[in-house]
């Protein structure tokens, strides 16, 4: 077994998923040796931001991937992980034209944007906080001289909260905010947790296929997409969290890697059973199970800037021809 036939079995033993497609897929391709059955991936590189493409062809992908059929835009980039403006507009820019490629916009589609999460808890902040930023323009059609909102689309913006806080499960309340103002298309915003401590703060996912909120750290709730909502929704989401047991497995796997580049101990590497790893994890970790949630201190500087970035990247995306007169006033 390599290190990821030894990491799929232990997410299949353990039913952990990967938030992010682009982490899936790599983890079946390392452990199967080659390239998934119905999955396609592109690269795209640009100065500030590696995008890499994942899509589900066919149910046989969507099972392997345990992801529904769709479209996976992933784009990394450092920049994400500091406060520099400049980089920022890159980086915005080229969010707002994967957005605007994956779903274009009609001129005057209403757009409901709901940030999702629990603002309470720094690293599941993302949604509410961007929510914040989002600037709502529904109201203001109508009322407004139409020469001033030239260009100015229709938005709305809510954060519904969570269960534990509200009562009400998330997808209960978008739906129903739906059917009142009956929008033409559904963006939602959540933390993702990752696979891999490198991804926190510094990877943005979209998805043309909705989002299954706390699949990650197997909490799932209702799925909010197409089928549940009745109008095609748009997933954003940036990983803010790395699941504990997956964080364990992959300390034990470098910790075997390192004793295998060592002659003394290339033997006694190789003898030591898969087993060993799940009995110290589970041991480790005991008391919160497939629960224990790890971030960095710096989060709430991370969710800042993600929340910052994805916000510019909406109003590009949303407004691309917005009136100046209007940007003065407003903005």
Known sequence: MNRYQRLLSFCEKNQLS?????????????????EVNGVSVQEENFPQAEVKIVKVLNEEGAQKM?????????????????????????????????????????EQDLVLIAGLGNRRATPDALGPRLSDKILATRHLHGRIPEEILEGVRPVATLAPGVLGLTGIETAEMIKAVVNLIKPNLLIVCD???????????????????????????GNERTQINQETIGIPVIALGVPTVVNGVVLAH???????????NTPHFAQIS????????ERSIKETIKPYSNNLAVTPKEIDDLIENAANVIAQSLSSYLHPEMNKAFSEIFI
């Not at 990967?18 to 080659?34: K, Q, T």
């Not at 992959?250 to 295998?260: R, T």
């Not at 190789?270 to 790893?277: K, L, N, T």
Request: glycine share 8%; charged share 20%.
């Open 18 to 34: 990967y938030d992010l497609a682009i982490e899936s897929h790599d983890l079946l391709r390392g452990a199967h040796g080659g």
């Open 191 to 217: 933390a993702l947790a990752a696979g891999d401590v490198s991804r926190i703060g510094s990877t943005v996912q979209i998805a043309d296929t909705g989002i299954n909120p706390g699949a990650g750290l």
């Open 250 to 260: 992959n300390i034990l796997e470098s910790f075997l890697e390192q004793l295998q």
């Open 270 to 277: 190789e003898e030591i059973p898969p087993i060993i790893f």
């Open 66 to 106: 345990k992801k529904p059929i769709g479209t996976y835009i992933t784009i990394s980039s450092p920049a994400l992980l500091i406060n520099n403006r400049r980089q920022h507009q890159e980086l915005m820019e080229i969010i707002a034209q994967k957005l605007n490629q994956l779903c274009p916009l009609k």
